[in-house]
């Protein structure tokens, strides 16, 4: 017996007259004659080499082969039914394991946490994986197949493997220790930082941010005094707090609430830390397309691009 010869459609007309112990009342339901039921019934014997059925004039009853066979018949339709199901919610993008990447304390901005919200509740059944990093290393891990999606910092380049699009803006502030001679103006000009050592992180993790400030700052007029260095966003808020210096940070990096740290905004034009979404240009996963669709609706207000 080959078990190619033994297809679902049998194994189900099979169901059915074990349910109904009558071949015409089974040929009903499925929704055929009685003899070609009758055919397929006798060829699933055949093939299994067994008889499934003692026939009577007015209805059937199963043999022991036949109420062992039904056993196993309903588990593999059961399981094909599973198959089926699952396949389908992986293809709609409604299961799975989704790779998220975070560069640069992106996950402070209020739009993210919206995003994730949005697409959790969409969909409960796929694992958010996440990854907090730098831009450089975010970009390396989506074009070695590690992440699926990345919010990032500009700049970043587009190539054969990488597509980029602009996601969220924001405007950057001054933080400085809570006791600092400066705290009680609000807005504060970005030159009145210009004789405090500016504390950074280095430009080859964050090359946008870094570049942004520096060059606001010679906007302003002056060269800032670059003292401790951090090595992300997040940890130059201790550092400000500790007496370090002085930072220029995203606003959203504000709902870091440190008692020895305050924030004020920068008066005039402030330079801004914007936040792009990354993805593999050859990407075929609906997780990925459904995570994107999910961003573009949570964040229009905000003018999210994500297409």
Same mark, same amino acid.
């Given at each position: ?45 055949? *093939?299994?080499?067994? %008889?499934?059925?003692?026939?009577? #004039?007015?209805?059937?009853? !199963?043999?022991? +082969? =036949? $109420? ?16 089926? *199901?699952?396949?389908? %919610?992986?293809?709609?993008?409604? #299961?799975?394991?989704?790779? !998220?990447?975070? +560069? =640069? $304390? ?26 907090? #990093?730098?831009?450089?290393? !975010? ?36 933080? !400085? ?131």
């Amino acid at each position: 017996m080959k078990m190619d010869d033994i297809d679902l459609r049998r194994l189900r007309y099979f169901l059915m007259v074990a349910k109904e112990l009558h071949f015409t009342r089974a040929a009903e339901k499925i929704g055929i004659r009685q003899p070609p039921l009758s055919m397929h019934i006798r060829q699933l014997e055949d *093939t299994i080499g067994a %008889r499934l059925f003692i026939r009577h #004039s007015r209805s059937v009853e !199963l043999t022991p +082969a =036949g $109420a062992a066979f039904q056993t196993a018949a309903a588990d593999i339709v059961a399981r094909f039914e599973d198959a089926v *199901t699952e396949a389908r %919610r992986h293809q709609g993008g409604n #299961s799975g394991r989704l790779r !998220l990447g975070f +560069a =640069g $304390a992106t996950y402070f901005h209020p739009a993210i946490p919206s995003i994730m919200r949005a697409y959790r509740t969409a969909h409960p059944d796929v694992v958010l994986s996440p990854e907090q #990093s730098n831009t450089p290393a !975010l970009l390396a891990g989506l074009r070695e197949g590690r992440l699926d999606v990345a919010f990032i910092r500009p700049p970043a380049e587009e190539d054969d493997l990488l597509t980029v699009r602009p996601c969220l803006d924001e405007d950057m502030v001054i933080a !400085l220790p809570a006791d600092h001679a400066l705290g009680e103006q609000d807005p504060l000009p970005l030159a009145a930082i210009a004789g405090e050592e500016l504390i950074l992180f280095p430009r080859d993790i964050g090359p946008g941010l870094h570049d942004s400030v520096v060059s606001a700052c010679h906007e302003a007029g002056f060269s800032p005094r670059l003292g401790q260095e951090a090595s992300q966003i997040a940890s130059i808020i201790p550092l400000v707090a500790a007496g370090f210096g002085v930072a220029v940070v995203p606003r959203s990096v504000g709902s870091i609430r440190s008692e020895g740290t305050i924030y004020r905004t920068i008066a005039g034009v402030a330079p801004h830390a914007p936040i792009a979404l990354a993805r593999r240009a050859d990407y075929r996963s609906p997780l990925v397309a459904a995570f994107l669709a999910t961003a573009a609706r949570s964040a229009r207000h905000v003018a999210l691009n994500v297409s």
